[in-house]
T-cell receptor, first 113, second 112 residues
Framework: EPEVTQTPSHQVTQMGQEVILRCVPISNHLYFYWYRQILGQKVEFLVSFYNNEISEKSEIFDDQFSVERPDGSNFTLKIRSTKLEDSAMYFC???????????FGEGSRLTVL | DAKTTQPTSMDCAEGRAANLPCNHSTISGNEYVYWYRQIHSQGPQYIIHGLKNNETNEMASLIITEDRKSSTLILPHATLRDTAVYYCIAYSYGGATNKLIFGTGTLLAVQP
């Protein structure tokens, strides 16, 4: 069964450092998403990406965040200057499948010290 | 996006059917009812979705009321590994907001 792959599984960084989280989507999916989940809280939408551009973003997705698909396969989320409050699980999702569902990766845990 | 409401938590005995309710009284005609679950801090896992007919797959059954204002996810024989947070989401692919919006879900605890 095809799956969404995310790397790294866990990253620890110092406040102010840049972080890049990577996602390999399922091939032939057209929509790509990033979500985050702060420990003990809801899964929150960050951004959606379609046709090589952002189609929608939330209030959380400020100028410190950016997304791109640098080589036509990987989908990346960059945080330019991390803050303590960026510590969270970040999930990539892609879709839709031919029956309409979105698939999520297992997440990247970001810890900002 | 239609807002859904779910109980905060439920218990179920291992081997019994787990019935998880969801209210979505403001669902629009082109929105499907999707169910996902999240085991511990893993990525949300798709379970099932439907528009107005009842649906069944290898994981679960979905019963949608005729007026589409509520639905029930049924796990026919719950196991300990089904302990998770279950999310009911109204979603329309290609709609105005083409994204899943997660609420707080129902924490299902399967008891041995």
């Amino acid at each position: 069964e095809p799956e969404v792959t995310q790397t790294p599984s866990h990253q620890v960084t110092q406040m102010g450092q840049e972080v890049i989280l990577r996602c390999v989507p399922i091939s032939n999916h057209l929509y790509f998403y990033w979500y985050r989940q702060i420990l003990g809280q809801k899964v929150e939408f960050l951004v959606s990406f379609y046709n090589n551009e952002i189609s929608e973003k939330s209030e959380i997705f400020d100028d410190q965040f950016s997304v791109e698909r640098p080589d036509g396969s990987n989908f990346t989320l960059k945080i330019r200057s991390t803050k303590l409050e960026d510590s969270a699980m970040y999930f990539c999702a892609t879709g839709p499948s031919n029956t309409g569902e979105l698939f999520f990766g297992e997440g990247s845990r970001l810890t900002v010290l | 996006d239609a807002k859904t409401t779910q109980p905060t938590s439920m218990d179920c005995a291992e081997g019994r059917a787990a019935n998880l309710p969801c209210n979505h009284s403001t669902i629009s005609g082109n929105e499907y009812v999707y169910w996902y679950r999240q085991i511990h801090s893993q990525g949300p896992q798709y379970i099932i979705h439907g528009l107005k007919n009842n649906e069944t797959n290898e994981m679960a059954s979905l019963i949608i009321t005729e007026d589409r204002k509520s639905s029930t996810l049924i796990l026919p024989h719950a196991t300990l590994r089904d302990t998770a947070v279950y999310y009911c989401i109204a979603y329309s692919y290609g709609g105005a907001t083409n994204k899943l919006i997660f609420g707080t879900g129902t924490l299902l605890a399967v008891q041995p």
